[in-house]
Nanobody
Framework: EVQLVESGGGLVQPGGSLRLSCAASGFSFRFTYMSWVRQAPGQGLEWISGISSGGTIRYADAVKGRVTISRDLYKNTLYLQLNSLKTEDTAMYYC?????????RGQGTQVTVSS
């Protein structure tokens, strides 16, 4: 059974940083394309970053230069470092098995950017 458990969200002021984590189990993490997606209030899912099994990384233009995706293949954990956060980054953040916005996701972790 695929399990994805996100953590690390919270309330942060504009300009602040957070590091999100996603513990993965139930599938071959090291051979799987993994993504981070987010959903802002009243909006649809938005893909923001992904990392291939070979380590190729992509970012959406909306977050490029402010976020860093990484993974620990020994811990089967995916990370997302969020820097220079803006109010428009407020959303539920999900890690996802696969590319796009249609894969299996965890329960999410809430990021709220507010002064």
């Amino acid at each position: 059974e695929v399990q994805l458990v996100e953590s690390g969200g919270g309330l942060v002021q504009p300009g602040g940083s957070l590091r999100l984590s996603c513990a993965a189990s139930g599938f071959s993490f090291r051979f799987t394309y993994m993504s981070w997606v987010r959903q802002a209030p009243g909006q649809g899912l938005e893909w923001i970053s992904g990392i291939s099994s070979g380590g190729t990384i992509r970012y959406a233009d909306a977050v490029k230069g402010r976020v860093t995706i990484s993974r620990d293949l020994y811990k089967n954990t995916l990370y997302l470092q969020l820097n220079s956060l803006k109010t428009e980054d407020t959303a539920m953040y999900y890690c996802q098995k696969g590319d796009g916005t249609f894969g299996s996701r965890g329960q999410g972790t809430q990021v709220t950017v507010s002064s």
